[in-house]
């Protein structure tokens, strides 16, 4: 069956301007994860879902991050007022409970100019 | 979160067996062992995990110290296609996973 799918591949943006990712994770899937992997850095968790709830925000770095997941399925990252530290490759995960393996999709990699 | 220390990089040839090691001193009772492993350009992969006991997968094969306290991933016959980052995470169960810096493996032909 198809696995986790993320678009758009690549984005690039300019500074101050919002942009959304999205994550569409394997059917059936409970839990939703969001990281980010910076150059030549190992991948830091921002925030998971379980259903449409997200029981840990801990890892977004600041205000200007948010993510929802709507009919516990889809889920959209969003970084408002983008800054260049934000360029990324942004991966999502999803796993069919919280203690099972993770399955992670190829990334969107985000460059801010 | 408890900690892992892996090398920073291996090395090994095409065809031989890898043991790449990792210890978590600070494990508590609840946190399962993963391995993940990331190919160059592409997200990470799940290897295998556990709590105590040995793991074999058609992957790898996972063996955990009587103690907890260290873990060894072994890789059977290495191929190129091994070559990877390879992640030891310390989780429990509802939790999510906190990557370090991983092993680099490097395969030769």
């Known amino acids: 069956g198809a696995g986790v799918s993320q678009s758009p591949s690549n984005k690039v943006t300019e500074k101050g301007k919002d942009v959304e990712l999205r994550c569409d994770p394997i059917s059936g899937h409970t839990a939703l994860y969001w990281y980010r992997q910076s150059l030549g850095q190992g991948l830091e968790f921002l925030i998971y879902?379980?259903?449409?709830?997200?029981?840990?925000k801990s890892g977004l770095p600041s205000d200007r991050f948010s993510a929802e997941r709507t009919g516990g399925s889809v889920s959209t990252l969003t970084i408002q007022r983008t800054q260049q530290e934000d360029s990324a490759v942004y991966l999502c995960a999803s796993s069919l409970a919280l203690d099972n393996e993770q399955f992670f999709g190829p990334g969107t990699r985000l460059t801010v100019l | 979160d408890a900690k892992t220390t892996q090398p920073n990089s291996m090395e090994s040839n095409e065809e031989e067996p890898v043991h790449l090691p990792c210890n978590h001193s600070t494990i508590s009772g609840t946190d399962y062992i993963h391995w993940y492993r990331q190919l160059p350009s592409q997200g990470p992969e799940y290897v295998i995990h556990g709590l105590t006991s040995n793991v074999n997968n058609r992957m790898a094969s996972l063996a955990i110290a009587e103690d907890r306290k260290s873990s060894t991933l072994i890789l059977h016959r290495a191929t190129l296609r091994d070559a990877a980052v390879y992640y030891c995470i310390l989780s429990s169960w509802t939790d999510k996973l906190i990557f370090g810096t991983g092993t680099r493996l490097q395969v030769f032909p």
């Open positions: 879902f379980q259903g449409n709830s997200a029981p840990d």
